[in-house]
């Protein structure tokens, strides 16, 4: 069966950030209507403690698309010309399982990570936010400030990074590729005060953000933490906001942001008030008032990267982009 096969470069350049942010918008309202399949992600630790390797499988019924992503995250990568995130995605026809379809994940999982925070910051921000503090400086910080500069007009980026070395080079290409000009910070407070946008795209494992920092009617996009016990919020935002996720499933396994604070006695299962689809489809306010701050908590779902992947398909298919390779899979 022809196997169509799309790298970095090619993904990249047939996902530009505007278009993956509609993409997503579609998919978040498909999966709160039921319309998505997909289990919890299974999560195999690499010797030595080296990295994860994670399986996330998908089925999307408008359109009808099905794949896995398969994804390892290497730490280590940080600082290399590797990213930190490496893996496939790949698509089968969902009529007869076949394959037809592997590409890069890495540029994936940048892009649609960011768009999801994109479409999370349009349905839940002030009209009015303009001043970003994007706190981390690795893939997804550039990929942030991209989908931000999409959704709301900035008039002021600050950022902040434990690495000065790498925040420089966000800095710099900040400046060269989008003509933005980012202040670093010497603390993640100086990043966030008085910001009324905030992007968390680190891999902290304990808070980096306090809710005496976070001024009134800020929106937080909460992306860096995976997993059960690592968080970006301290508690008392997490109080103070109103919690919306990317799938509630989801949250509750592995949203260490959400699982501490109620592990504290903080918070219960009823402080999320629902999905971003919901958001989309009008069955939950986004932002009640002006004043309040709201929190998007991303982890990253398989019908995202699917629906992505999807999305590249087609356009290659239409512009003949990518090799094109015969991987059998006939009946002998």
């Not at 950030?17 to 579609?26: K, L, P």
């Not at 109620?262 to 958001?279: N, Q």
């Amino acid at each position: 069966m022809p196997v169509r096969i799309l790298n970095q470069h090619e993904v990249t350049s047939l996902l530009p950030m505007g278009e993956c942010i509609s993409v997503m918008d579609t998919v978040l309202r498909t999966l709160s209507s039921g319309g998505a399949t997909l289990p919890l992600r299974t999560m195999l630790r690499v010797p030595d403690g080296r990295g994860i390797f994670g399986i996330m499988p998908a089925h999307l019924v408008a359109p009808e698309a099905l794949g896995l992503k398969a994804i390892l995250v290497f730490p280590g990568n940080d600082g290399t010309p590797l990213d930190s995130h490496q893996g496939l995605v790949l698509l089968f026809d969902p009529r007869t399982g076949a394959p037809i379809a592997v590409m890069d994940a890495s540029s994936i999982t940048a892009i649609r990570t960011a768009a999801v925070s994109g479409v999370a910051t349009q349905a839940m921000a002030r009209e009015d936010a303009g001043d970003l503090a994007i706190l981390g400086s690795g893939v997804q910080a550039r990929t942030h400030l991209q989908a931000m500069a999409e959704v709301r007009p900035l008039r002021r980026v600050r950022a902040w990074s434990r690495h000065a070395g790498r925040l420089g080079e966000f800095v710099a290409w900040a400046k060269r590729i989008m003509g933005v000009v980012v202040e670093p910070t010497p603390g993640s407070k100086e990043a966030v005060s008085g910001a009324d946008i905030i992007c968390t795209t680190t891999a902290a494992s304990v808070p980096i953000v306090m809710s005496q920092w976070v001024r009134d009617g800020a929106h937080i996009n909460a992306v860096g933490s995976s997993n059960r016990t690592a968080r970006e919020l301290d508690t008392a935002t997490v109080v103070r906001g109103r919690l919306v996720v990317d799938r509630v499933e989801s949250a509750l396994a592995e949203a260490g942001d959400f699982l501490v604070p109620r592990g504290e006695g903080a918070i219960t299962d009823a402080h999320i008030k629902g999905e971003l689809g919901d958001v989309l489809l009008g069955r939950v306010q986004g932002r009640v008032h002006s004043n309040e701050v709201t929190i998007f908590k991303s982890l990253g779902l398989a019908v995202e990267d699917v629906a992505a992947a999807h999305h590249v398909l087609e356009k290659a298919e239409a512009a003949g982009v990518g090799v094109v390779m015969d991987l059998g899979g006939l009946r002998s």
